[in-house]
């Protein structure tokens, strides 16, 4: 398989899995953890494939232009720090998925769960192969939203749905901050491929701007990391299921930052400032997180507190902007990665065969479950640090390198707390070990139903913990890889390697026996601590987190009551007295002439005539604000008007679209004020009438003398000739207007859709309501005091519009087909359809035409954004930009030589959204109309 086809199968088969596995909910679990499970199998066979031609120097990459213009690129790179990030993903995530299959009961959501973990899985794999910092910025996002589903999968727990928040706000929050730091990165680098940044570092180091983007970037890792004081998220986040914990919050998400720190390690590093933030943060997270886990009693709980100060140890390494700190962060990383995972799923077993995770009501499991105790009582000992085991061999590590980081002109400082955090670490791991399954039962129900299960679930961390033996019996076996990674995080070769369990009597060593004993004493006065511990106060940052954010809450709710009051009439005007003074004020600091020297063109009697015209029906729909179907005439009027000029200055797309608008807005207004009385009251006095007509005033002179200032000058260089230019030769149309709309400018017209869509989406919404409540019996009042037509169909009307049905249709396809050369497109024959369907609604009643709808409005918009999407997305395919579009003429009997081209499914979507966007509206109206007749008739009826 071609290398370029590997990186990309990488990174979109977890997607591409998650879908299928969201189709596909209905199925059995067999099924979805059959699917997640083989797809990660298959992602870490492939990583396999690549290892060795990374391992000896040989960086595979792909590059694909997204959003050039802005330094986006779609680049995946495979390095030996995203190999072992990569593999650990993919690698734990095939564990964890069968693990899961038989975790999960059979009546959870499991389509939901695997899909979502496997969104999960891809979001991560972008995050470690990324060659783009943007790119990466796109999958972090994506972390944050997955593990949000994934956190709060229990939906019907209150725990769940706060922490799932909680987790949310805390990382998106960081992720933002992140977005800043990344992108003043790039600027100062000059670029935003990863390679470059990584040569770069001493033009990012040399920069004024460096200790913002530095403390923007570690805001971002922090956060996502669980560093103090954002950590309070984590131990909350241990109410997803177990394996989304063992996933998510020991081997993958919560090192997303710790691996974004390894990456720009040879960009940030080296600095005084760097050093003292990022070993400080991870100093006190380390002794923190093992002091609060020391006390904690839910299994979950120790374990998520474990590892926030096992990430802090990680991220001090990392900050001493030593290489052999690096080697020793790498190195942990690995264990740490299978010890934890490991002790994760095993005590999701505790959980699921006992029934209980409070330590306090365990005890002398090994009896009942010797396989799981074997298992986490060998995973805790990694974690404890004690030998013979890769725990120990990395702590040692980091212990030695502490003694060469003197933090604030203190050399002692560092290795001391160091050591500290090492001993409490040592006491809550043999804590856990000896809770649970040593001594007598504390309480006889979870013991007496408490049993080893089957394979299935004690395999994986079974896998794990042989992992961990063997890092710590044979670590030189993991040496080519830590020393390739080390390599990519110092951006030079890593330093010579003794990954061995014995170096000597040696100072860190003297420490680590001092941690284990000081652990083990800790352990013995437990109880006595415990007490103290329990009588003292202590600040919860759960609280603190939930009061900012009340005081934020009301704090911005008091803002936005202040600046956006009830008042509709009052929003407007301060909006559009904003705009006029904005507008006046760029006109008078801009300066310049205000009329250009571009000759103008002598006004035509009919020109004068349309433009009083205009100025009249204006000043009409103003006096008659009150009578609104006189004020709707009147905007007919003005619609014409406008249309009449277009068709006077050689503009027939915009006349035929201005058309087509002012009959479909007509109509709908039509249906829309039979829903209002008949006489609005009145609501602006005539002060504030006349402030209102100042202000349109001076808006109306501001727009007119932009125009007139505009339409006097010669523009240079303007980009009609350009689209004159290419319009056949580039998008296959004569049409220039349609070509610029699907071809040279189609992104703007894919937004242009989706905002329509969601136009009519919130039309929808907001006229749903419009029958209930105090706003349904205001309607059931106007509607019993309007008369009603005698004849509610009129025969000639009906007969007429049905006759027209077939002729505007065929008229509406005719202008669809000839829009890329001639006037018309998707979107004016969305309108003509419109019309037609319109028509028959009008004639024969909202019932007779519902009932022959084939198509809902929704399904219509939804289709017509796909498609329009999957036309762009099509080009990619075949190496052009997003949107770009392909055309060719044909040839066939009878019919001549035609033209085809691929902006006419672009066109097509047009066309889908535009018409299901006015059908929803009158859909809405229609309904409204209904059930408020149907209120008023029911409250009218005299009681049986």
Same mark, same amino acid.
């Given at each position: 398989?071609?290398?370029?086809?590997?990186l $990309?199968?990488?990174?979109?088969?977890?997607?591409?899995?998650?879908?299928?596995?969201?189709?596909?909910s209905?199925?059995?679990?067999?099924?979805?953890s059959?699917?997640?499970?083989t797809?990660?199998?298959?992602?870490?066979?492939l990583?396999?494939?690549?290892?060795?031609r990374?391992?000896?120097?040989?960086i595979?990459?792909v590059?694909?232009?997204?959003?050039?213009?802005?330094?986006?690129?779609f680049?995946?790179?495979?390095?030996?720090?995203g190999?072992l990030?990569?593999?650990?993903?993919?690698?734990?995530?095939?564990?964890?998925?069968?693990?899961?299959?038989?975790y999960?009961g059979?009546?959870?959501?499991?389509?939901?769960?695997?899909?979502?973990?496997?969104l999960?899985?891809?979001?991560?794999l972008?995050?470690?192969?990324?060659?783009?910092?943007?790119l990466?910025l796109?999958?972090?996002?994506?972390t944050?939203?997955?593990?949000?589903?994934?956190?709060?999968?229990?939906?019907?727990?209150?725990?769940?749905?706060?922490?799932?928040?909680?987790?949310?706000?805390?990382?998106?929050?960081?992720?933002?901050?992140?977005?800043?730091?990344?992108?003043l990165?790039?600027?100062?680098?000059?670029?935003?491929?990863?390679?470059?940044?990584?040569?770069?570092?001493?033009?990012?180091?040399?920069?004024?701007?460096?200790?913002?983007l530095l403390?923007l970037?570690?805001?971002?890792?922090?956060?996502?990391?669980?560093?103090?004081?954002?950590h309070?998220?984590?131990?909350?986040?241990?109410?997803a299921?177990?394996?989304?914990s063992?996933?998510?919050?020991?081997?993958?998400?919560?090192?997303?930052?710790?691996?974004?720190?390894?990456?720009?390690?040879?960009?940030?590093?080296?600095t005084?400032?760097?050093?003292?933030?990022?070993?400080?943060?991870?100093?006190?997270?380390?002794?923190?997180?093992?002091?609060?886990?020391?006390f904690?009693?839910?299994?979950?709980?120790?374990l998520?507190?474990?590892?926030?100060s096992?990430l802090?140890?990680?991220?001090?390494?990392l900050?001493?902007?030593l290489?052999?700190?690096?080697?020793?962060?790498?190195?942990?990383?690995?264990?740490?990665?299978?010890?934890?995972?490991?002790?994760?799923?095993?005590?999701?077993?505790?959980?699921?065969?006992?029934?209980?995770?409070?330590?306090?009501?365990l005890?002398g499991?090994a009896?009942?479950?010797?396989?799981?105790?074997i298992?986490?009582?060998?995973?805790?000992a990694?974690?404890?640090g004690?030998?013979?085991?890769?725990?120990?061999?990395?702590?040692e590590?980091?212990?030695?390198?502490?003694?060469a980081?003197?933090?604030?002109?203190?050399?002692?400082?560092?290795?001391m707390?160091?050591?500290?955090?090492?001993?409490?670490?040592?006491? $809550?791991?043999?804590?856990?070990?000896?809770?649970?399954?040593?001594?007598a039962?504390?309480?006889?129900?979870?013991?007496?139903?408490?049993?080893?299960?089957?394979?299935?679930?004690?395999l994986?961390p079974?896998?794990?913990?042989?992992?961990?033996?063997?890092?710590?019996?044979?670590?030189?076996l993991?040496?080519?890889?830590?020393?390739?990674v080390?390599?990519?995080?110092?951006?030079?070769?890593?330093?010579a390697l003794?990954?061995?369990?014995w170096?000597?009597?040696?100072?860190?060593?003297?420490?680590?026996?001092v941690?284990?004993?000081?652990?083990?004493?800790?352990?013995g006065?437990h109880?006595?601590?415990?007490?103290?511990?329990?009588?003292?106060?202590?600040l919860?940052?759960?609280?603190?987190?939930?009061?900012?954010?009340?005081?934020?809450?009301?704090?911005?709710?008091r803002?936005?009551?202040?600046?956006h009051?009830p008042?509709?009439?009052?929003?407007?005007?301060?909006?559009?007295?904003v705009?006029?003074?904005?507008a006046?004020?760029?006109?008078?600091?801009?300066?310049?002439?205000?009329?250009?020297?571009r000759?103008?063109?002598?006004?035509?009697?009919?020109?004068?005539?349309?433009?009083v015209l205009?100025?009249?029906a204006?000043?009409?729909?103003?006096?008659?604000?009150?009578?609104?179907?006189?004020a709707?005439v009147?905007?007919?009027?003005?619609?014409?008007?406008?249309?009449?000029?277009?068709v006077?200055?050689?503009?027939?797309?915009?006349?035929?679209?201005q058309?087509?608008?002012?009959?479909v807005?007509?109509?709908?207004?039509?249906?829309?004020?039979?829903?209002?009385p008949?006489?609005?009251?009145?609501?602006?006095s005539?002060?504030?009438?006349?402030?209102?007509?100042?202000?349109?005033a001076l808006?109306?002179?501001?727009?007119?003398?932009?125009a007139?200032?505009?339409?006097t000058?010669?523009?240079?260089d303007p980009?009609?000739?350009?689209?004159?230019?290419?319009?056949?030769?580039?998008?296959?149309?004569?049409n220039?207007?349609?070509?610029?709309?699907?071809?040279?400018?189609?992104?703007?017209?894919?937004?242009?859709?989706?905002?329509l869509?969601?136009?009519?989406?919130?039309?929808?919404?907001?006229l749903?309501?419009?029958?209930?409540?105090?706003?349904?019996?205001?309607?059931?009042?106007?509607?019993?005091?309007?008369?009603?037509?005698?004849?509610?169909?009129?025969?000639?009307?009906v007969?007429a519009?049905?006759?027209?049905?077939?002729?505007?249709?065929?008229?509406?396809?005719?202008?669809?087909?000839?829009?890329?050369n001639?006037?018309?497109?998707?979107?004016?024959?969305?309108?003509?359809?419109?019309?037609?369907?319109?028509?028959? $609604?009008?004639?024969?009643?909202?019932?007779?035409?519902?009932?022959r709808?084939?198509?809902?409005?929704?399904v219509?918009?939804?289709?017509?954004?796909?498609i329009?999407?999957?036309?762009?997305?099509?080009?990619?395919?075949?190496?052009?930009?997003f949107?770009?579009?392909?055309?060719?003429?044909?040839?066939l009997?009878?019919?001549?030589?035609?033209e085809?081209?691929?902006?006419?499914?672009?066109?097509?979507?047009?066309?889908?959204?535009?018409f299901?966007?006015?059908?929803l509206?009158?859909?809405?109206?229609?309904?409204?109309a209904?059930?408020?007749?149907?209120?008023?008739?029911?409250t009218?009826?005299?009681?049986?």
């Amino acid at each position: 398989m071609a290398t370029p086809l590997v990186l $990309y199968t990488l990174v979109l088969l977890p997607f591409v899995t998650a879908l299928v596995i969201a189709f596909s909910s209905g199925r059995g679990r067999a099924l979805h953890s059959g699917l997640a499970a083989t797809a990660s199998g298959a992602g870490l066979l492939l990583i396999l494939a690549l290892a060795p031609r990374v391992l000896a120097g040989d960086i595979p990459r792909v590059a694909a232009a997204w959003v050039p213009a802005i330094g986006l690129d779609f680049t995946v790179m495979l390095d030996p720090l995203g190999l072992l990030f990569a593999g650990l993903i993919l690698g734990i995530g095939l564990l964890v998925m069968v693990f899961a299959h038989f975790y999960l009961g059979a009546h959870e959501a499991s389509g939901r769960f695997f899909a979502s973990l496997m969104l999960f899985q891809g979001a991560m794999l972008g995050i470690v192969v990324s060659g783009n910092v943007l790119l990466l910025l796109v999958f972090w996002e994506l972390t944050s939203l997955s593990s949000f589903l994934l956190i709060g999968f229990w939906r019907d727990q209150a725990e769940a749905r706060q922490g799932a928040r909680m987790a949310l706000a805390v990382t998106g929050g960081g992720g933002l901050v992140l977005i800043a730091g990344i992108v003043l990165l790039g600027l100062v680098a000059g670029s935003f491929d990863l390679p470059t940044i990584l040569e770069r570092g001493d033009i990012v180091r040399a920069s004024p701007l460096y200790p913002v983007l530095l403390l923007l970037i570690l805001v971002g890792c922090f956060t996502k990391s669980a560093q103090f004081p954002f950590h309070f998220w984590l131990p909350h986040a241990m109410a997803a299921p177990t394996p989304v914990s063992a996933y998510l919050h020991s081997a993958t998400m919560v090192k997303a930052g710790v691996f974004l720190l390894a990456r720009l390690w040879p960009v940030l590093a080296g600095t005084d400032l760097y050093t003292v933030v990022v070993t400080g943060v991870g100093l006190v997270t380390m002794t923190f997180g093992a002091w609060v886990a020391l006390f904690r009693h839910d299994l979950k709980s120790i374990l998520a507190y474990s590892t926030i100060s096992q990430l802090g140890l990680l991220v001090m390494l990392l900050g001493f902007s030593l290489e052999l700190a690096a080697v020793a962060a790498v190195f942990h990383i690995l264990n740490h990665a299978v010890f934890k995972a490991a002790l994760f799923l095993s005590a999701g077993i505790v959980d699921h065969e006992t029934g209980t995770r409070d330590i306090r009501r365990l005890g002398g499991l090994a009896r009942v479950m010797p396989i799981t105790a074997i298992v986490a009582t060998l995973a805790a000992a990694a974690m404890a640090g004690l030998p013979p085991l890769g725990g120990f061999i990395s702590k040692e590590m980091m212990l030695g390198e502490t003694l060469a980081v003197g933090l604030f002109g203190l050399p002692w400082l560092v290795p001391m707390v160091a050591t500290i955090a090492a001993a409490l670490s040592a006491g $809550y791991s043999l804590r856990l070990a000896t809770g649970l399954f040593f001594g007598a039962p504390r309480d006889a129900g979870p013991h007496a139903r408490a049993h080893d299960p089957g394979i299935g679930m004690w395999l994986s961390p079974a896998l794990l913990v042989v992992l961990a033996v063997l890092l710590g019996l044979a670590p030189m076996l993991a040496a080519p890889l830590v020393a390739s990674v080390s390599g990519a995080v110092i951006g030079a070769p890593a330093p010579a390697l003794d990954l061995s369990l014995w170096h000597g009597f040696t100072l860190p060593l003297a420490m680590s026996i001092v941690a284990i004993a000081v652990g083990a004493l800790l352990l013995g006065r437990h109880p006595r601590l415990l007490g103290w511990y329990e009588r003292a106060r202590h600040l919860d940052a759960k609280r603190l987190f939930d009061r900012g954010l009340a005081a934020t809450d009301a704090g911005v709710r008091r803002l936005v009551v202040a600046v956006h009051t009830p008042s509709l009439q009052r929003m407007v005007f301060a909006v559009f007295a904003v705009v006029v003074l904005l507008a006046v004020d760029g006109a008078v600091v801009g300066g310049g002439s205000f009329t250009g020297s571009r000759a103008g063109i002598p006004a035509s009697p009919v020109a004068v005539l349309a433009w009083v015209l205009l100025l009249a029906a204006t000043g009409a729909v103003l006096g008659a604000q009150r009578r609104r179907l006189r004020a709707l005439v009147f905007i007919g009027v003005i619609g014409t008007v406008i249309a009449l000029a277009f068709v006077y200055l050689s503009a027939p797309d915009l006349a035929l679209t201005q058309i087509a608008v002012e009959v479909v807005t007509i109509i709908l207004l039509l249906l829309a004020l039979n829903l209002l009385p008949k006489t609005p009251p009145l609501l602006s006095s005539p002060l504030r009438r006349w402030r209102d007509a100042g202000l349109a005033a001076l808006g109306g002179l501001g727009a007119g003398s932009a125009a007139w200032a505009m339409l006097t000058r010669n523009p240079n260089d303007p980009i009609s000739g350009y689209h004159i230019a290419n319009s056949y030769s580039g998008g296959g149309g004569t049409n220039i207007v349609n070509v610029t709309l699907v071809d040279f400018r189609a992104f703007d017209t894919l937004g242009e859709i989706i905002v329509l869509g969601i136009a009519g989406l919130a039309i929808y919404a907001l006229l749903d309501t419009a029958t209930r409540g105090s706003a349904g019996a205001r309607l059931r009042t106007w509607q019993a005091d309007m008369p009603h037509s005698p004849e509610r169909h009129p025969v000639m009307f009906v007969m007429a519009s049905r006759i027209l049905l077939p002729l505007v249709l065929s008229v509406g396809v005719f202008i669809f087909l000839r829009g890329h050369n001639e006037p018309g497109g998707g979107f004016v024959a969305a309108l003509v359809v419109a019309i037609a369907i319109l028509l028959q $609604y009008l004639a024969s009643g909202f019932d007779w035409s519902d009932a022959r709808r084939r198509i809902g409005e929704h399904v219509l918009i939804a289709f017509g954004v796909l498609i329009a999407m999957a036309t762009g997305l099509g080009s990619l395919l075949f190496g052009a930009n997003f949107l770009a579009s392909a055309f060719g003429y044909f040839t066939l009997p009878i019919v001549g030589k035609f033209e085809l081209a691929t902006a006419m499914l672009f066109d097509l979507g047009v066309f889908a959204v535009v018409f299901g966007a006015v059908m929803l509206a009158l859909a809405q109206l229609s309904h409204i109309a209904q059930r408020a007749a149907r209120a008023a008739a029911e409250t009218q009826r005299p009681p049986s």
